[in-house]
């Protein structure tokens, strides 16, 4: 699995949720702060995003699409004056859409939204998704990202009019959609390296050299890595690889290795009842008694409380 699909992958609990809206002119909702991360995409009129930690109100046009990684609090209006009603979620942490009822003015202009909400374990926040800043605006040209606007015309015209298998095909698309919102994010910083990379964890995925042992630790987190090893798969020495890694992930290359271990033990833990024998040897521990001890040093607790409290 690459290294983008393999961080949602580790992030993610529970089901994703998505609904279409219709909103008749004025109208304002606040979306309480959450556990996991939330989308919307502007389908026909106009919207305001009000952003959260108090920033300028954003316009969002029809194509627009805004990503809010961090689940905190935020809200969408017809105008950034319109007072704001408060959106609860449901027992499922969904985001239910209001029934769909004529609108009190006709000639009210109206706002067409596709709204998403998705669960993540916020106790092993990946770098790469903690980076982003609060929204991730991305708006609508004409011809740009085809494969996330395809993304968007499924994934709408399924809750439009769902169809036998829509249960499955739904939560499969709102997986797909995020992973292209990711992925036209990052392709779209701009350069700040002296190679024309951009910067942050986008240079590091974009970096051959440490692209190739990020996904080289994704792909066996058992082995027995040394930085040399890592720094050959992308031709370069353990000096220079050592430092390049460590200047766009934030971490030196075995630091990495060891959180990633530890973030797919706990995964492997919540998963089954795999012995913890297994589980270890799994990702790279040649003993139970090691492996405990680091798992507790990483998550405060021994590895089978942290199953016990995980089911």
Partial sequence: MDVLSDVITSMRAGRPHSSRRREYAPWGMRFPASEGAGFHVVLQGSAWLIPPGGAAPQ???VGDVVFLAHGRGHALADDPGTPL???????????????????PDPEAPVTQLLCGAYKLNR???HPLLSHLPDAVHLPARVGAHPALRAAIDLLGTELRDPLPGSDAVVPALLDTLLLYILRTWWLEQPSG???????GWAAALADP?????L???HDDPARAWTVEELGALGGLSRAAFARRFTALVGEPPLTYLTWWRMTAAGRLLRADDAPLRSVAQRIGYASEFAFAKAFKREYGVAPGQYRRQAG
Avoid: I
Wanted: avoid cysteine.
């Fill in 123 to 125: 106790a092993r926040a």
């Fill in 59 to 61: 316009r969002l046009g």
């Fill in 193 to 199: 390296g002296p190679d024309g990379h951009p910067a």
């Fill in 209 to 213: 050299a440490v692209s190739a042992a």
């Fill in 215 to 217: 996904t080289a630790v």
């Fill in 85 to 103: 009603a408060d959106v609860l979620p449901g027992p499922d942490g969904s985001w239910p859409a209001p029934a769909d009822e004529p609108p």
